[in-house]
């Protein structure tokens, strides 16, 4: 079993900064990618970036410029730095990642969600 936990959400000011982090632990055979989700008030959730073992990074297109992903394959961490935030950035965040089993199979993995909340 995989568990991920996730840290770094709270209430930060509009124009302001924060940092996600995500790490696992538990029977991790290999990180495939990880990624970074968010689901906001009345809205489906959503990816905002994705990063694989190699390192390759994908993001939302809304996204990109002021979120940047990167992680840490020692500590089988991921990281989120968010900056200029805005209040429709408020939402739930969670982590994901693609772990391969010794069989070969890929299964997923979600956080439990951290939540950001941006003031005007």
């Known amino acids: 079993q995989v568990q991920l936990v996730e840290s770094g959400g709270g209430l930060v000011q509009a124009g302001g900064s924060l940092r996600l982090s995500c790490l696992a632990s538990g029977s991790i055979f290999r990180i495939n990618s990880m990624g970074w989700y968010r689901q906001v008030p009345d809205k489906q959730r959503e990816l905002i970036a994705t990063?694989?073992?190699?390192?390759?990074?994908n993001y939302a297109d809304s996204l990109k410029g002021r979120f940047t992903i990167s992680r840490d394959n020692a500590k089988n961490a991921v990281y989120l730095q968010m900056n200029s935030l805005q209040p429709a950035d408020t939402g739930v965040y969670y982590c994901?990642?693609?772990?391969?089993?010794?069989?070969?199979?890929?299964?997923?993995?979600w956080g439990q969600g951290t939540q950001v909340t941006v003031s005007s």
């Open positions: 994901n990642y693609v772990i391969i089993t010794p069989q070969g199979m890929g299964e997923h993995y």
């Open positions: 990063i694989t073992r190699l390192g390759d990074t």
